[in-house]
């Protein structure tokens, strides 16, 4: 569906609009389903725009499910083992703020040091020196670092004179 037109649409347009394009997915993956049950070869269904792979989901889902098996499903974990607590997450975010310069380990040891939370385990250490890898604690103090009030790097001032002194 084009992006203009939906702009231009109510809520209720929109909701119609999304709802009819997920009914004509379904009933394209029914018609397919149902060439393959009928004994239609899976490549020559599949080389219509399709994978032999979509082909033998869709058709497993179908035998399984019936219609509802066709539907797109959330692609959302059901749950997440190594969640942090929200009061973990809000203890780091306040300390992210207020200290800036302090890194993860740094944090992770303050943490220790008020009994909230174990530190992390040794093996985790390389994910702090590589950004949105490894544990879920380094990943959220990355993501504490994105709320942080931006500040003017102490160089920048220094860097305006050496371009008036090359420029000559």
Known sequence: ??????????????LRSVVADV????????RAV??????????????????????????????Q????????????PRNSPTRLSAEV???ICELRRRHPRWGARRIAHELVGRGLESAPAPHHRAAARTPGSGAPFYRLVDFADDLAPP??????????????????
Request: aromatic share 8%.
């Open 65 to 76: 499910e019936g219609m509802p098996g066709l539907l797109d499903r959330s692609r959302r």
């Open 151 to 168: 500040t003017e790097p102490a160089w920048k001032g220094r860097w305006r004179q050496v371009e008036s002194w090359t420029r000559g």
């Open 1 to 14: 569906m084009n992006v203009r037109r939906l702009s231009s649409l109510s809520g209720a347009e929109v």
């Open 34 to 63: 149902r060439e393959v049950l009928g004994r239609s070869p899976i490549g020559e269904v599949a080389a219509r725009d399709t994978s032999r792979h979509a082909l033998h989901t869709w058709r497993r889902r179908f035998e």
């Open 23 to 30: 009914q004509q997915l379904a009933e394209y993956r029914y």
């Open 89 to 91: 997450e809000a203890e």
